[in-house]
């Protein structure tokens, strides 16, 4: 009984605190951490004693927020029988992203030699302070410009762009006029001219050099090329295809009246031309292209002055007009509704990209044309050629002079005179020539006539 009695005071006076100091439990935290601005916080905490896990019992205050720099506390309590149990940390939410510099046109750019470099732009964007482009440093340092920043937290960014003063473009050639033009067996080829810019040198037109191997003798394709180079040895060739062609064989009568008839436009070319007719009291025919839906009063203003207004193509691409007869139609389709859409007609009266005798339109569809001069008369149009070229759309397109004579001469009291002219924006020679033009007609007896969808058509030979 004795030795019963000294245990359990052995017991009640040493063991029983120790037991009951190992029952209470403990939140186990780190003291301090660091998380970085806008990232995702996960808190970890563990809260247990000798014999249990209370994690889940804790009750945890905070108010952390990592869209915000800041340090923010986070208290945690748990309560265990009469005790509270309590801890806490501390969370530092820090900006450690460096900000992002970003270069206009690239970390390298050439510069012309002899020059000096032009300032493309530069952005610099950091994740918390948003736009610091103003508070960045630029540093020229030879042939290097060094762009740097820090944002408010002390990072720093650095880029480099590299100067190379070095000319590694082609110069640009322009050619006057058409790419590729057709001109009559036995006439003269003249130069419709060209341009030449370079990035470092400016205008070097004077530098080409131009071969030209026309031959107005013989019918067939030529070349005419067109050379230059700069003075870093860049250089660029283009080149035109000229077409030499039989005068067309025309068929058609007439009694001295004059059809003056008007492809590409309408154009702001076009309202001097309307002005100029509407003086003379001279009516005319307007080819249309899409261009009507540029110019859509001008195109109502021709009609409601009683021109004729015909089809002409939406596209004026050959490559698509004459790839095959659908595409054609198509592309009549697009013009016709278009003129529709502005005027309210359904015009029956066409003319073919280059006319029906074009034999352009064998390198897409080879006897394409045969089957649209008889396709689209079967679909009720009435399609009109020309018999008087003032070829302005050739090499006097610059020359009004030259125009006017083109027409003059061409004129008949003994035919339909079907005049081919072009009111697109590069023609302003054709409205020079125009006023001679009529003042000559009307001196001389003609009169003047729109045609209609009943009117005695001229049509080319056909060559395809």
């Known amino acids: 009984m004795k030795r019963l009695m000294q245990f359990l005071i052995i017991f009640l006076t040493i063991l029983l605190p120790i037991m009951v100091i190992i029952s209470i439990p403990h939140i186990d935290i780190d003291k301090e951490i660091v998380v970085s601005f806008n990232s995702s916080f996960n808190d970890e905490y563990r809260a247990s004693s000798l014999f249990y896990d209370y994690t889940d019992e804790v009750e945890v205050n905070s108010n952390v927020d990592t869209s915000?720099?800041?340090?923010?506390?986070?208290?945690?309590?748990?309560?265990?029988?009469?005790?509270?149990?309590?801890?806490?940390?501390?969370?530092?939410?820090?900006?450690?992203?460096?900000?992002?510099?970003?270069?206009?046109?690239?970390?390298?750019?050439?510069?012309?030699?002899?020059?000096?470099?032009?300032?493309?732009?530069?952005?610099?964007?950091?994740?918390?302070?948003?736009?610091?482009?103003?508070?960045?440093?630029?540093?020229?340092?030879?042939?290097?410009?060094?762009?740097?920043?820090?944002?408010?937290?002390?990072?720093?960014?650095?880029?480099?762009?590299?100067?190379?003063?070095?000319?590694?473009?082609?110069?640009?050639?322009?050619?006057?006029?058409?790419?590729?033009?057709?001109?009559?067996?036995?006439?003269?080829?003249?130069?419709?001219?060209?341009?030449?810019?370079?990035?470092?040198?400016?205008?070097?037109?004077?530098?080409?050099?131009?071969?030209?191997k026309v031959d107005t003798s013989k019918i067939g394709s030529y070349e005419v090329t067109y050379l230059v180079s700069d003075k870093a040895g860049n250089s660029n060739m283009i080149k035109r295809k000229v077409n030499v062609i039989n005068r067309p064989v025309y068929t058609g009568v007439g009694n001295g009246v004059i059809?003056?008839?008007?492809?590409?436009?309408?154009?702001?070319?076009?309202?001097?031309?309307?002005?100029?007719?509407?003086?003379?009291?001279?009516?005319?025919?307007?080819?249309?292209?899409?261009?009507?839906?540029?110019?859509?009063?001008?195109?109502?203003?021709?009609?409601?002055?009683?021109?004729?207004?015909?089809?002409?193509?939406?596209?004026?691409?050959?490559?698509?007009?004459?790839?095959?007869?659908?595409?054609?139609?198509?592309?009549?389709?697009?013009?016709?509704?278009?003129?529709?859409?502005?005027?309210?007609?359904?015009?029956?009266?066409?003319?073919?990209?280059?006319?029906?005798?074009?034999?352009?339109?064998?390198?897409?569809?080879?006897?394409?044309?045969?089957?649209?001069?008889?396709?689209?008369?079967?679909?009720?149009?009435?399609?009109?050629?020309?018999?008087i070229d003032s070829n302005d759309a050739g090499s006097d397109v610059y020359n009004s002079s030259n125009i006017y004579k083109n027409v003059i001469n061409g004129l008949s009291h003994n035919k339909a005179n079907v005049v081919l002219m072009h009111d697109s924006g590069s023609h302003n020679a054709t409205y020079m020539a125009l006023d001679s033009i009529i003042t000559y007609a009307i001196n001389n007896g003609y009169r003047f006539d729109i045609l209609k969808s009943n009117t005695t058509p001229v049509h080319h030979g056909i060559n395809n």
């Open 259 to 387: 059809y003056l008839t008007f492809d590409d436009g309408p154009s702001n070319i076009t309202s001097s031309i309307l002005d100029l007719l509407d003086k003379y009291g001279i009516k005319a025919t307007f080819f249309v292209t899409n261009n009507v839906n540029n110019y859509p009063n001008i195109l109502k203003r021709a009609y409601n002055s009683g021109h004729s207004i015909g089809l002409h193509t939406y596209t004026h691409e050959y490559s698509t007009v004459y790839s095959s007869v659908n595409n054609y139609f198509l592309d009549l389709s697009k013009i016709d509704n278009a003129v529709y859409n502005i005027i309210g007609i359904h015009s029956k009266i066409i003319r073919f990209p280059g006319g029906s005798s074009n034999t352009i339109s064998r390198n897409y569809s080879i006897g394409i044309m045969s089957t649209l001069s008889n396709e689209v008369v079967n679909r009720g149009y009435n399609y009109f050629d020309w018999n």
């Open 68 to 212: 915000k720099l800041g340090i923010y506390e986070i208290n945690y309590e748990l309560k265990f029988g009469p005790f509270t149990i309590h801890n806490k940390k501390e969370v530092n939410v820090v900006d450690k992203t460096s900000p992002v510099i970003e270069l206009v046109n690239g970390n390298e750019v050439n510069v012309c030699p002899n020059c000096e470099y032009v300032e493309d732009g530069y952005k610099a964007i950091d994740d918390y302070d948003k736009d610091i482009t103003d508070k960045v440093e630029v540093i020229n340092k030879d042939n290097e410009i060094i762009y740097r920043v820090s944002d408010s937290s002390g990072n720093s960014a650095e880029v480099i762009r590299k100067i190379n003063y070095v000319d590694k473009e082609k110069p640009v050639i322009k050619l006057k006029g058409d790419s590729e033009i057709s001109i009559y067996l036995n006439s003269s080829y003249n130069e419709l001219g060209y341009s030449a810019t370079d990035n470092c040198d400016g205008d070097i037109t004077k530098n080409v050099s131009v071969t030209n």
